[in-house]
């Protein structure tokens, strides 16, 4: 059965779009109507979606992270059902990035042991480690994809390097010297540290696993992109009699954000929700791709000022971007003060709420969220995005504290 088109935007007024431009919250509205390049969403079906959460079933230690219901925020805000993907319990890693990494690495450690997609499992890659074991694989990071990589390479038995851009955090940085890989802080913003570690890889001779795409480097990436399936897998399976009509999700290159839409565009054939997309100001590299609408990708430059580290990309992925462009309402950059409140709503929650620890970038969606429904200044901004009372809203935390002095000194102060 194929899916319902997307919810869509037609022409843009770009009057009404700075009418809903504000210091907080800026709004970009989509011209999505559906039409997208043939293959764009091959890589999404409902066979690579069972092989992932296959795989990931097989890991050590594997269990769904809680999807949150937060009833009396839902009831404050005026909204039917608000609810929340918790990837601070990811693993033992704070973050949802593993999924990913982990996939990605499996498939790519699968060809060396010739082993079918199908077939992936922890078990049956340990096996065949002798096959891969001097394999070293490298990536760029601001720390939860580089803590995923060195965990996942460690798992396998093989061998990873980091590279940080500069003012990452020494945190982050001891973070994944301890998952077990060599890692170091550049003095390279995350796009150039990303090219130093292509350029690391041709040299050596070792296996770039980038979370986000360019021509040319696409198989990974979309890997990578499948092995965040896991995720929706997991929220149907919780939830299987509720469909959110909106997503927000967070993007800095765009990546997770394009493989949650893509599953739901193609994977469940229930009607595809409104999809949003959160950036931080400093690095709003989708909403100004969309902005122009000139066909190609638009890179920020410079160091990309935000607290919000996750999302700190300037130039987002090549696939990323054509899914997102093809299916979603709306893309929003937001201060890093939206990310603050988000912190510190999901951690001081209303009585009969649990309290969620959520980093910066992970709370960035409940922020954007939260300023939508209380700012009357954004009440444009709410109707364009059709939020109301019969709205059921999903988010994803997509990190704990992966920072913890920096959580506290946001949320304590």
Same mark, same amino acid.
């Given at each position: ?66 999807? =949150? ?179 927000? $999700? ?5 990546? $997770? ?32 791709? =969309?902005?122009?609408?000139? !066909? ?50 999901? !951690? ?23 300023? $939508? ?41």
């Amino acid at each position: 059965m194929a899916p319902d088109k997307p919810p869509s935007i037609h022409e843009p007024n770009n009057q009404q779009n700075q009418a809903m431009n504000n210091p907080i919250i800026s709004c970009q509205l989509n011209d999505a109507d559906g039409r997208h390049e043939a293959s764009l969403f091959d890589f999404a079906n409902p066979e690579a979606a069972a092989d992932v959460a296959r795989f990931h079933q097989s890991l050590p230690n594997y269990k769904p992270t809680p999807l =949150v219901k937060l009833a009396c925020l839902a009831n404050r805000l005026g909204l039917k059902e608000l609810l929340i993907k918790d990837e601070s319990q990811r693993f033992d890693l704070n973050a949802f990035k593993i999924l990913g990494a982990s996939y990605a690495m499996a498939k790519y450690l699968a060809k060396i042991a010739e082993l079918e997609n199908g077939q992936i499992t922890y078990e049956k890659l340990l096996a065949k480690q002798p096959h891969y074991k001097n394999t070293t694989f490298v990536t760029a990071t601001d720390g939860n994809h580089g803590r995923a990589v060195a965990w996942a390479a460690s798992l396998f038995g093989c061998k990873s390097v980091v590279f940080l851009p500069a003012g990452s955090s020494q945190t982050r940085l001891k973070a994944i010297q301890t998952a077990g890989a060599k890692a170091e802080i550049t003095d390279l913003n995350y796009d150039d540290t990303v090219l130093h570690a292509r350029k690391m890889a041709g040299e050596q001779g070792w296996i770039l696993l980038q979370d986000t795409s360019w021509e040319g480097y696409e198989e990974i990436p979309l890997d990578i992109m499948q092995g965040y399936f896991t995720l929706m897998t997991e929220f149907t399976q919780q939830a299987p009699t509720i469909w959110p009509t909106h997503v927000f $999700l967070q993007a800095g290159v765009g990546s $997770l954000a394009a493989a949650v839409l893509a599953y739901l565009y193609s994977i469940d054939s229930r009607p595809t929700p409104y999809f949003i997309v959160v950036e931080p100001n400093g690095a709003p590299c989708l909403y100004e791709s =969309v902005r122009l609408n000139n !066909g190609e990708p638009y890179r920020v430059a410079g160091d990309l000022p935000t607290i919000m580290a996750g999302l700190a990309c300037g130039e987002p992925a090549l696939v990323g971007l054509k899914i997102l462009k093809s299916a979603s309402l709306a893309f929003l950059k937001c201060s890093d003060d939206v990310a603050r409140r988000g912190m510190k709503v999901l !951690g001081n929650p209303l009585a009969g709420d649990p309290a969620i620890t959520s980093g910066e970038s992970g709370a960035a969606t409940l922020g954007a969220v939260y300023e $939508l429904l209380t700012n009357k200044q954004l009440t444009e901004t709410r109707d364009k995005l059709k939020l109301s009372n019969d709205s059921t809203v999903l988010l994803i935390s997509t990190e704990g504290d992966t920072d913890p002095d920096f959580y506290r000194e946001i949320v304590w102060s």
